[in-house]
């Protein structure tokens, strides 16, 4: 082999290379007329009937995707060959009825792998569970692929697709919206012109399958429509061709064994029956470890003092695999994979999920995937990674991917850029599924998990969400566990919303609290985590979906606004939730998405929301932290104390209690007793939750410092809902001083406002939310007290 060259020496030039490679077979494949492709994959332009139809919003990429040739990229940067063709493009387009036969004719003509309902499909109209989808085009295979078998390869389609070759059927139909398959159509092939036919029922929600958040609405911009989004019906993946010899690598598993230096791995392969693989891992061009064993079973190659992969350092190796019959190497692949660790540990007594060994705060966002121009595909592949590197912009490591599965191109963005991922099998409708359903879906998660198992940034796989199609949510933990131990597995995301059941058992347990951050601890066998929270809404004029028509969880005045409460929101997990247990938080969301306007971007993805920079800073004092030590403050229980204001200029001041209400006022050696009794409290274990506090007072005994509608009052009482609202956490303040939030509004804290007590809210509309001198008038210091 030639030496590379210096501007390969470094991760995924593999892949770059692979793609530079694949330009001599493509010279001379066609398309439908005629119209031949250049070397790069891209096609030349040709008189075409066909437009798009104009986006209800524009992104930055809407107006520079290829009319003819659509995402280009290589699409499977994890098995990489040398030749490939892109079938992306132009293709023959036709509508019939769902119980239809091939139609004679197709009268329109559509961009793939745009979905029906896109703007940048042409089509853009609604698609029900009456209309069966027909695609057609031709090709011919290069010259130097004689000798050679021919894949035909779907990145997805949804949902049930059947492709017909020169008149015959190419393998079986396959049932699935969300996982690539694969034919073999060698023996379909005539030698010169081939036409390529595909049909597509998408039954949406009136199936059983796995769905998402897709429903069959209008695609024009409409009022309503929540947490449900359009539909998105047929090819929606790059369709491509790939020679292969006829003993070939269909996929590469690969897990890290930091433990023992070294990377297991699984070459798996068809017809291979008496073959050898040879594994490869090399960084910067040299070799760093390489070794030969069966195919079809695991075996390991050596990565001695492997550079770890990170989200601060995401470094990833180039790995080759060979299929050696005998001496000869008949079939070779490229991929890449990173070293890395995940896991469950104890942390300063808490259970908590690691990375290579270590507790890192996971802080992520809901990522759903929508495009207002492509719907499920993204319109280019910068639009892809854009998304991704807007989660590491603002200081987020982590992105839940949100029952939808993203092309093999988004996982490698994020391998990339590093980030960690959860990612979220779609679910079913939301009634409970029937005997046809649950083994369709399980066997798609299957897949799913294959065809993604290799990705170092994928950390856990989440089952389903808020019970939606719950059903057996034990038993899928076990069995999803059992197929890929490699990592985290959550059995339910939001166990304590909307009726779902939990399974009990998984690495996590997972709270869903808007706005949150709520109070989610851990078990004795699970890590606590708040697998959705935030929802902070904002609309930005000329930027909706559907102007006047989004909603959020909580709407803000401003931008201002918005900044204060989300940090406000990302402190108190730092300061409060972290150290009593919280390990991850996934805020809602990354963008808007249709009328939702909750986004930290709109969803024409123009506008970003959020001062970055603060966002950023907030985040990253939330990972920090989870560094060093994230043992709570504790405070002395069973003592009487008085609490001192700090804010300059009232620090004679102290909390006490009149009328039933609390206030601040000063106090001085001078004062009355009863003055001094009122300023006096007693520290006790909290009634909610042993790990933070209450305050008993003084001189009523039972009576305590409790929040109601915002105002803090001295009251007696019972119940749940008056010991949490009796309940307060100390967190770290300037100067040795203490703030106290609010146990079960963590984002709240006590606060005096014109000698008041309230809780105030970072970020809030209320008049005890000014800014102003906010975390003065917020920390406490600790003292003597009056009345001992």
Not at 223 to 240: D, K
Not at 491 to 506: I, K, L, Q, T, Y
Not at 572 to 579: C, F, G, H, K, N
Not at 617 to 627: E, G, I
């Amino acid at each position: 082999m030639r030496p590379m060259s210096p501007a390969l020496r470094r991760p995924g030039a593999w892949l770059r290379r692979r793609a530079r490679w694949a330009t001599t077979a493509l010279a001379a494949l066609t398309l439908v007329g005629g119209t031949a492709l250049t070397a790069t994959g891209t096609a030349k332009a040709a008189p075409q009937a066909w437009t798009p139809k104009p986006s209800p919003m524009t992104t930055p990429w809407t107006n520079e995707v290829p009319t003819t040739t659509p995402l280009p990229e290589y699409p499977r940067p994890q098995l990489t060959r040398p030749d490939w063709a892109n079938l992306n493009g132009i293709w023959d387009f036709a509508v019939t009825s769902a119980d239809a036969g091939q139609p004679a004719t197709f009268t329109e003509q559509i961009r793939v792998p745009f979905v029906a309902e896109s703007a940048l499909s042409g089509i853009q109209r609604r698609i029900t569970q009456n209309d069966k989808l027909w695609y057609k085009r031709t090709f011919t295979v290069p010259a130097g692929w004689n000798g050679r078998r021919v894949q035909l390869h779907f990145g997805a389609s949804d949902w049930r697709t059947t492709v017909w070759v020169n008149g015959r059927q190419a393998g079986a139909a396959h049932s699935g919206g969300f996982d690539a398959f694969s034919h073999d159509i060698t023996d379909l092939l005539n030698g010169g012109t081939n036409t390529i036919v595909v049909s597509v029922w998408d039954p949406t929600e009136t199936g059983g399958q796995a769905v998402g958040k897709q429903r069959i609405r209008d695609v024009a911009p409409h009022p309503g429509g929540g947490i449900f989004y359009t539909a998105a019906s047929g090819i929606w993946q790059t369709v491509w061709l790939e020679p292969t010899a006829p003993a070939h690598i269909t996929r590469l598993d690969m897990v890290p064994d930091l433990a023992n230096n070294r990377l297991k791995v699984t070459v798996r392969g068809a017809g291979t029956n008496g073959h050898q693989a040879r594994v490869t891992v090399s960084t910067g061009g040299s070799t760093v470890g390489t070794a030969t064993g069966p195919v079809g079973a695991e075996f390991t190659v050596p990565v001695p003092n492997p550079r770890l992969w990170t989200p601060e350092d995401p470094f990833l190796y180039d790995v080759r695999a060979d299929l050696l019959s005998g001496g000869t190497t008949v079939d070779s692949v490229g991929s890449y994979t990173g070293m890395r660790s995940v896991g469950l540990a104890r942390v300063d007594g808490l259970l908590r999920p690691v990375l290579n060994g270590q507790f890192v705060f996971q802080t992520g966002t809901l990522d759903q995937g929508y495009w207002p121009d492509g719907i499920y595909t993204a319109p280019t592949d910068a639009a892809l990674r854009h998304d991704l590197q807007k989660h590491k912009d603002l200081g987020f490591n982590m992105v839940r991917k949100h029952i939808k599965v993203e092309p093999q191109r988004w996982f490698y963005w994020a391998d990339r850029l590093g980030l960690l991922v959860w990612q979220d099998m779609p679910s079913m409708d939301l009634r409970t599924p029937d005997a046809a359903a649950r083994t369709q879906w399980e066997a798609e998660y299957d897949r799913v998990i294959d065809q993604h198992r290799s990705s170092p940034s994928l950390i856990m796989w989440v089952n389903q969400n808020e019970g939606w199609g719950q059903y057996d949510q034990a038993r899928i933990a076990t069995e999803v566990k059992a197929h890929d131990p490699s990592r985290l597995v959550n059995n339910m995301s939001g166990v304590n919303c909307c009726g779902a059941v939990d399974g009990g058992n998984g690495d996590i347990v997972d709270h869903h609290v808007y706005v949150g951050p709520g109070t989610t601890v851990p078990s004795a066998t699970r890590a606590a985590v708040l697998g959705e929270f935030g929802g902070l809404g904002l609309k930005v004029a000329g930027h909706e979906w559907y102007p006047g028509g989004g909603f959020s969880y909580e709407d803000q005045p401003s931008a201002a606004h918005l900044d204060n409460r989300l940090t406000g929101l990302l402190d108190a997990i730092r300061e409060v939730r972290m150290p009593r247990g919280l390990s991850a938080s996934v805020y809602t969301e990354i963008t808007d998405v249709e009328n939702e306007a909750n986004g930290l971007l709109t969803y024409d993805r123009q506008v970003v929301k959020v001062d970055e920079a603060r966002i950023r800073a907030a985040n990253r004092a939330l990972v920090d932290a989870s560094r060093g030590s994230t043992a709570p403050l504790t405070l002395p229980t069973g003592q009487y104390r008085s609490l001192r204001v700090t804010t300059p200029g009232l620090t004679d001041r102290y909390i006490r209690h009149k009328d039933g209400a609390a206030f601040t006022e000063v106090v001085g050696s001078a004062s009355d007793a009863l003055l001094k009794n009122d300023a006096t409290w007693r520290i006790v274990a909290g009634l909610a939750n042993s790990s933070c506090y209450s305050f008993e007072s003084r001189n009523y005994p039972g009576e305590y410092l409790r929040h109601r509608e915002y105002r803090v009052y001295k009251e007696a009482g019972s119940g749940d809902l008056f010991r949490a609202d009796a309940t307060f956490c100390p967190v770290r303040g300037a100067n040795g001083g203490v703030r106290l939030s609010a146990y079960n509004f963590p984002e709240q804290y006590l606060r005096h406002y014109d000698a008041q007590l309230w809780l105030a809210t970072p970020g809030g509309t209320h008049t005890w939310d000014n800014p102003a001198l906010f975390t003065e008038d917020t920390t406490w210091t600790v003292e003597a007290p009056w009345a001992p």
